[in-house]
């Protein structure tokens, strides 16, 4: 699904008249208003979210782990840590590259993966996997509804 987002995304960001691949500082105040302006807000508010969730879903598993390290299910939970982290390292370069503020409750967001991951964890094995299960799912619907937003801002991408 991180492929498929970034196709989307990248095509976002290239398809305007200005590109928001270079390096220079681009800020919506200078922005001309219209499309530019309503493409880099959308950019914008998906490399923010997106980030924070990646930082979240990152900290859930640390949270299993710190519970369940010596289980059974530690190998897939590293595992899904793993693929978390390298989502997250993502995300953390386009705030770069597209020079975005990362959300100011990042420390929230911490707290309540980790908060998430342990106590889920601690009602077992399959607490953990439920949580998991149940998270995945929100995402891949939040996933739909940004490619969905992108697309109704960009019809473009649907062809």
Not at 65 to 80: D, F, H, R, V
Request: aromatic share 6%.
């Amino acid at each position: 699904m991180l492929a498929v987002r970034s196709v989307c995304l990248q095509h976002v960001l290239t398809s305007s008249r200005v590109s928001l691949l270079s390096c220079q500082t681009l800020s919506l105040s200078s922005l001309p208003p219209g499309p530019d302006q309503a493409r880099r807000r959308i950019v914008e508010k998906i490399i923010r979210v997106d980030h924070a969730g990646e930082m979240g879903a990152s900290y859930i598993y640390q949270g299993q782990m710190a519970i369940l390290k010596n289980s059974k299910s530690a190998p897939l939970i590293q595992e899904m840590w793993d693929h978390e982290r390298a989502h997250l390292k993502k995300f953390e370069e386009l705030l770069v590259t597209y020079q975005v503020r990362p959300t100011v409750l990042i420390p929230v967001w911490r707290l309540a993966g980790f908060t998430l991951g342990a106590g889920c964890a601690l009602l077992g094995e399959k607490g953990a996997m439920a949580c998991t299960v149940a998270v995945e799912a929100l995402v891949t619907k939040h996933y739909d509804d940004q490619v969905i937003e992108m697309v109704a801002n960009d019809p473009a991408l649907d062809q």
